[in-house]
């Protein structure tokens, strides 16, 4: 094939589109009619994320990297920490990730476990619990989900009785988890100097980002998307 000399023309790869289209397509922030920059509509954000999820369906995101989901983690963070899982609405789409993050109380927390299985449309219940044997769940699994209902349970969670995805991921001690020696504070800026939230759903990085022991976000984010 003939070279394209032609400087509109430039090389990209999906990791790079990925990374483009979730800019643009990111809610706007509350500077937005401040700034110059175009805002895609509902609409454009829709067809946008669908051709992410073509791209991850097909396998031409981060194939020789490992993904990190770090999710916004007000009550998620409490939770991980006392039940080793990820708990959210069912149906919920994530990235194909290796580790997963927590975004609480405007930093990312030095824990990274270790995203072991993931289960969907679960109702939190005894019941519940039973009938995913019927669904080809391992006994392992079943077993991790029913001490899980038994801790809810103990505790009284409100999560008891309703349908979740649930995520089972490595204890914060287990050799899996990946414990940095301080929690990442968030330093993101928008274009008019505001403070902006890391995430406000999910947002990933790779795995080999968190080998220099970043202390910042905008030390994170670079080469994240």
Not at 82 to 106: D, E, I, T
Not at 134 to 153: C, T
Request: net charge negative; with cysteine; aromatic share 8%.
């Amino acid at each position: 094939m003939e070279r394209v000399h032609d400087s509109r023309v430039a090389w990209a790869s999906f990791d790079d589109l990925v990374r483009a289209i979730q800019d643009i397509a990111a809610e706007p922030h509350g500077d937005w009619f401040v700034s110059d920059r175009p805002t895609a509509t509902e609409r454009e954000r829709e067809l946008l994320r669908e051709l992410v999820q073509f791209l991850i369906a097909e396998n031409l995101v981060g194939a020789t990297r490992k993904r990190v989901v770090v999710v916004a983690a007000r009550i998620a963070l409490v939770e991980y920490l006392q039940y080793s899982v990820y708990m959210c609405q069912p149906g919920r789409l994530f990235q194909r990730s290796a580790h997963m993050g927590f975004y609480a109380n405007k930093s990312i927390d030095h824990h990274f476990p270790a995203i072991q299985a993931t289960v969907d449309d679960i109702l939190l219940t005894p019941e519940g619990v039973a009938a995913t044997q019927d669904h080809g769940v391992s006994a392992e699994i079943h077993l991790r989900l029913k001490r899980l209902i038994e801790a809810l349970e103990r505790d009284q969670s409100d999560r008891l009785g309703e349908m979740h995805k649930v995520m089972l991921l490595s204890a914060p001690d287990a050799t899996e988890t990946v414990v940095l020696p301080n929690d990442i504070i968030n330093d993101l800026t928008s274009e008019s100097g505001r403070t902006i939230p890391f995430t406000q759903g999910q947002r990933y990085v790779w795995l080999d980002q968190l080998a220099s022991h970043p202390k910042t976000s905008s030390a994170l984010v670079a080469g994240s998307y």
